[in-house]
T-cell receptor, first 113, second 113 residues
Framework: DTEVTQTPKHLVMGMTNKKSLKCEQH?????MYWYKQKAKKPPELMFV???????INESVPSRFSPECPNSSLLNLHLHALQPEDSALYLC????????????FGPGTRLTVL | QKEVEQNSGPLSVPEGAIASLNCTYS??????FFWYRQYSGKSPELIMS????GDKEDGRFTAQLNKASQYVSLLIRDSQPSDSATYLC?????????????FGQGTILTVHP
């Protein structure tokens, strides 16, 4: 199974809401990533988890809080977001955190009102 | 200078022709290179990876890497209308970057019948 799944597909939230994005992979990969993609722009890295530990935080605001409960799951907790946070949020995984291929999930389209 | 630059598009080719997509990168220690295809509204899909100098072929796709020139390209032979998409070049510098992919801005390819 070479698939990364993400839920929900679409999410609309107000600036005072708390929500979570979920990502799951069953490829036995030990590195997982969150990327953010704005319209007509390339993906930008937010976080890297390696062996369930946070390895990279690309200076992401604290209103985004990642969590890696186990090697297959990755969550992104959202709180007090701004309209400019509206974007496609992509999860990816790779065998380990290094130079290897990364496989993306379908993404969650987030709209902040 | 941008870390990863792609030839400006959009690129339009007739069906059956060869499409040539180019990418340059600034960090000489970069170790792995990827081409992703992204259809409108969808997530990036990995189509080619290349790690060493030379050519790598997979079906209608050929990736070429020249580390001395810091240049990577993608050739699509016998282009089909279904190849119409945005193509993203991504570079991984390895080492302590923990798998961070840096993307170019993307090249929009249109294959017309």
């Amino acid at each position: 199974d070479t698939e990364v799944t993400q839920t929900p597909k679409h999410l609309v939230m107000g600036m005072t809401n708390k929500k979570s994005l979920k990502c799951e992979q069953h490829m036995g990969h030990r590195a997982m990533y969150w990327y953010k993609q704005k319209a007509k722009k390339p993906p930008e890295l937010m976080f890297v988890y390696s062996y369930e530990k946070l390895s990279i935080n690309e200076s992401v605001p604290s209103r985004f809080s990642p969590e890696c409960p186990n090697s297959s799951l990755l969550n992104l907790h959202l709180h007090a977001l701004q309209p400019e946070d509206s974007a496609l949020y992509l999860c990816a995984s790779s065998p380990v955190a290094g130079i290897y291929e990364q496989f993306f999930g379908p993404g969650t389209r987030l709209t902040v009102l | 200078q941008k870390e990863v630059e792609q030839n400006s598009g959009p690129l339009s080719v007739p069906e059956g022709a060869i499409a040539s997509l180019n990418c340059t990168y600034s960090d000489r220690v970069s170790q792995s290179f990827f081409w992703y295809r992204q259809y409108s509204g969808k997530s990036p899909e990995l189509i080619m990876s290349i790690y060493s100098n030379g050519d790598k072929e997979d079906g209608r796709f050929t990736a070429q890497l020249n580390k001395a020139s810091q240049y990577v390209s993608l050739l699509i032979r016998d282009s089909q209308p279904s190849d119409s998409a945005t193509y993203l070049c991504a570079v991984n510098r390895g080492g302590t970057s923990y798998g961070k992919l840096t993307f170019g801005q993307g090249t929009i390819l249109t294959v017309h019948p």
